[in-house]
């Protein structure tokens, strides 16, 4: 099936909150569990790198978004930026996640961003795998670093350094 990305605008908001909801149903996704605001969500990610994949011919039905957000405001860390990727339940298994990722890697190193980071439930082992392959490497394990539901969660911490942007 074809995937087309294109940029994530507040039109879209519905449906990538749709998604983000379902990824928070899962309890692998994140140690959120409300989704926020489009006000909020927009003030928490960078003005760009925010992406919505469709599939197929329906060019009105969003099957994945993924965006970046800021991981410090200090200047040293300009050019690191934490990677989201969500993917709708029916779209799972099916590259979503993988061209996502893919067209986020890309907007990254245009905007001289030289490393991606994601922390990741270890349990989600879709997210770990779809990662590896876009070219992230485990850092490591952060034991007990947050919590969900009154439970200490770990996390995966990974990252990719950019071959381009930063090289210099």
Known sequence: METTIGELKHEHWDQVCGIYLEGIATGLATFETMAPSWEEWDSNHLPFGRLVAVTGQDSTKIAGWAALSRVSSRSAYAGVAEVSVYVAKQARGKGVGRALLGALVHESERRRIW????????????S????????????????????LNRVWRDTVLMERRSKLAGAE
């Open 115 to 126: 490393t991606l980071q994601a922390s990741i439930f270890p349990e989600n082992v879709a």
């Open 128 to 147: 770990v795998g779809l990662h590896k392959t876009g070219g992230f490497r485990e850092v490591g394990i952060r034991e007990r670093v947050g919590q």
